[in-house]
């Protein structure tokens, strides 16, 4: 069976950084690329970063780049996700996601149950 | 990449079928045939029900249906049941060294 389990969420101060994790298991981790995905409350996704299997290759999202760093330890079949400099429109609640495909085919077959990270003074 | 474009809100009683749109550009849902839908119920995370544009994953119900015309994808569910409520999220690949899109997501009330 195939589980994501994310942490490493709470409340930073703006301009604080945070090391997100998600923990697979149930698959051949480095066959796949990976995804983060977050999702303001009450609001729709969006697509944050993707690594391919081999860590080799990583994406990000306008919004992502310069601020947030994706990899991946495939000897640890564990994903992170380091955010810094955040920001109030970073709060939200963060889903890990597992590709269909080594490569960032886009097909999020799997997900966590997401790790709220909430900036605030 | 701009966010593909569904509609805020649909709704269709019990036994109904309802249809919600997902439009994007030629660049993404009109290039390439990777569009996916993913259903949301609250406080959850999103599942995946169409993938490829007409795919269904095993134990998704044949109720949920999936075509693509263009630069349009559409979700179909056919016999609404109560369970169906619940946000619907499609996204489409967007090309080598881009990240997917997704539409702003959709409400689906079964009356």
């Known amino acids: 069976e195939v589980q994501l389990v994310e942490s490493g969420g709470g409340l930073v101060q703006p301009g604080g950084s945070l090391r997100l994790s998600c923990a697979a298991s149930?698959?051949?981790?480095?066959?796949?690329?990976m995804n983060w995905v977050r999702q303001v409350p009450g609001k729709g996704l969006e697509w944050v970063s993707a690594i391919s299997g081999s860590g080799g290759s990583t994406y990000y999202a306008d919004s992502a780049k310069g601020r947030f760093t994706i990899s991946r330890d495939n000897s640890k079949n564990t994903l992170y996700l380091q955010v810094k400099s955040l920001r109030a429109e970073d709060t939200a609640v963060y889903f890990c996601?597992?590709?269909?495909?080594?490569?960032?085919?886009?097909?999020?077959?799997?997900w966590g149950q997401g790790t709220l990270v909430t900036v605030s003074s | 990449q701009s966010a593909l474009t569904q509609p805020p809100s649909a709704s269709g009683s019990p036994g109904q079928s309802v249809t919600i749109s997902c439009t994007g550009t030629?660049?993404?849902?009109?290039?390439?045939?990777?569009v996916s839908w993913y259903q949301q119920h609250p406080g959850k995370a999103p599942k995946l029900m169409i993938y490829e544009v007409n795919k269904r994953p095993s134990g998704v119900p044949d109720r949920f249906s999936g075509s693509k015309s263009g630069n349009t994808a559409s979700l179909t569910v056919s016999g609404l049941q109560a369970e169906d409520e619940a946000d619907y999220y499609c996204?489409?690949?967007?090309?080598?060294?881009?990240?997917?899109?997704f539409g702003g997501g959709t409400k689906l009330t079964v009356l």
């Open positions: 996601a597992k590709d269909s495909a080594n490569w960032l085919r886009g097909t999020l077959d799997y």
């Open positions: 030629s660049s993404d849902v009109g290039g390439y045939n990777f």
């Open positions: 149930g698959f051949t981790f480095s066959s796949y690329a």
């Open positions: 996204s489409s690949y967007a090309g080598i060294n881009n990240l997917g899109v």
